[in-house]
């Protein structure tokens, strides 16, 4: 089994939709959880941290579910320029440590 | 503020040279992290260091690869000889805490 496994997608959308994405890790002893996002070959960019209050910033919401280990981002009103990879990320021995990305979820947003 | 930067940007070799991929992390940033990304097997980490230390090396291929980091402000990959299978996109990322941030990466192709 994976140590962060997601669905690859792709997820096509409208634009103005809502999708989300689940991402799930094996490992309990994670620590902390982070979504990146990756543009066709560019450097994947830090999208937001997910605390276990879960947390919002503009139109992305991300949710942490420890009791079952997983993780999901929301995101509201889709628009073109949000079609990327987005890559779910768990570090299981902050701060300094070696993060496991998932293989990402590509999503295609369309007019 | 500038970001990690990476150079080449490209490299394109034959089989049997030596390739060197340089680093400068974010200024501040104690944890620099080596990745190699490929379409079959996604991102990989390579190596990493904390305070110029190499803490986890356990991703290095073999032992065709090395790393070094002589000071807080720089670092290498080298790869000798480079082989066809090496051919990849490589990123360097730093980080104060927890979040890495990624360079804009080396793309090295392997004739």
């Known amino acids: 089994r994976k140590e962060v496994e997601q669905d690859p997608g792709p997820f096509n959308v409208p634009e103005g939709a809502t999708v989300a994405f689940n991402c799930t890790y094996s490992n309990s002893a994670s620590q902390s959880f982070f979504w990146y996002r990756q543009d066709c070959r560019k450097e994947p960019k830090l999208l937001m941290s997910v605390y276990s209050s879960g947390n919002e910033d503009g139109r992305f919401t991300a949710q942490l579910n420890r009791a079952s280990q997983y993780i999901s981002l929301l995101i509201r009103d889709s628009k073109l320029s949000d079609s990327a990879t987005y890559l779910c990320v768990v570090n299981k021995n902050p701060p300094a440590s070696k993060l496991t990305f998932g293989t990402g979820t590509r999503l295609q947003v369309t007019l | 503020d500038a970001g990690v930067i990476q150079s080449p940007r490209h490299e394109v070799t034959e089989m049997g040279q030596e390739v060197t991929l340089r680093c400068k992390p974010i200024?501040?940033?104690?944890?620099l992290f080596w990745y190699r990304q490929t379409m079959m097997r996604g991102l990989e980490l390579l190596i990493y260091?904390?305070?110029?230390?190499?803490?986890?090396d356990s991703g290095m291929p073999e032992d065709r690869f090395s790393a070094k980091m002589p000071n807080a402000s720089f670092s290498t990959l080298k790869i000798q000889p480079s082989e066809p299978r090496d051919s990849a996109v490589y990123f360097c990322?730093?980080?104060?805490?927890?979040?890495?941030?990624f360079g804009p990466g080396t793309r090295l192709t392997v004739t």
């Open positions: 990322a730093s980080s104060f805490e927890d979040e890495q941030y």
């Open positions: 200024s501040g940033h104690n944890s």
């Open positions: 260091f904390n305070n110029n230390v190499p803490i986890d």
